[in-house]
């Protein structure tokens, strides 16, 4: 399997819930991202991961646990959220933090 | 005001016609991007340009540096181009280290047969 994968495609859940959002690369990268995109807003980033370490938090509450166990690998822990928190979450992997992002499919969240 | 600006916001067009989507920006940037997404979710990228022009297919993109804006434009288009064409900018930062990407709310473009 190549390029960027994520689970699952589709997630419902309730305020009180916890789930967690996978993001897998096969392309080497070193730098990894999240990002939310909401109707009629720009994409944001939310989190970056460059060589294994968080280098960007772009003030994102605390409800949101981003994990990064391996350069391969990128988590979403999600508990306690808000119906305003539903989005398109979308990851990302990069070679560097200047090169072209590869974008995976996307999880849609929806909270109720 | 967005640091980003794409025009037009929406785009309904003829198969065979060419299109141009529009991208204006207010900050000093490193290079500047143009993704495109589909209904599905999944983004890709097209550009990534610093300066002039760069072709691929029946895309062209171009980039004024002086002006801050870039324009992206599909020659002979087709209903398969239809999606949403988002413009990204890579922000200056000093002292070595890389801005991050700024993103336009996009075009979403619809080629009607």
């Known amino acids: 399997e190549t390029g960027v994968t994520q689970t699952p495609r589709h997630l419902v859940m309730g305020m009180t819930n916890k789930k967690s959002l996978k993001c897998e690369q096969h392309?080497?990268?070193?730098?990894m991202y999240w990002y939310k995109q909401s109707a009629k807003k720009p994409l944001e980033l939310m989190f970056v991961?460059?060589?294994?370490?968080?280098?960007e938090n772009n003030s994102v509450p605390s409800r949101f646990s981003p994990e990064c166990p391996n350069s391969s690998h990128l988590f979403l822990h999600l508990h306690t959220l808000q119906p305003e928190d539903s989005a398109l979450y979308l990851c990302?992997?990069?070679?560097?933090?200047?090169?072209?992002?590869?974008f995976g499919p996307g999880t849609r969240l929806l909270v109720l | 005001k967005n640091e980003v600006e794409q025009s037009p916001q929406n785009l309904t067009a003829q198969e065979g016609e060419f299109i141009t989507i529009n991208c204006s920006y207010s900050v000093g940037i490193s290079a500047l991007h143009w993704l495109q997404q589909h209904p599905g979710g999944g983004i890709v990228s097209l550009f990534m340009l610093s300066s002039g022009k760069k072709k691929h297919g029946r895309l062209i993109a171009t980039i004024n540096i002086q002006e801050k804006h870039s324009s992206l434009h599909i020659t002979a288009s087709h209903p398969r181009d239809s999606a949403v064409y988002i413009c990204a900018v890579r922000s200056e930062v000093y002292g070595g280290s890389q801005g991050n990407l700024i993103f336009g709310k996009g075009t979403k473009l619809s080629v009607k047969p």
């Open positions: 991961y460059n060589f294994k370490e968080q280098t």
């Open positions: 990302a992997s990069s070679q560097d933090r200047a090169e072209t992002q590869y």
């Open positions: 392309l080497g990268h070193n730098a």
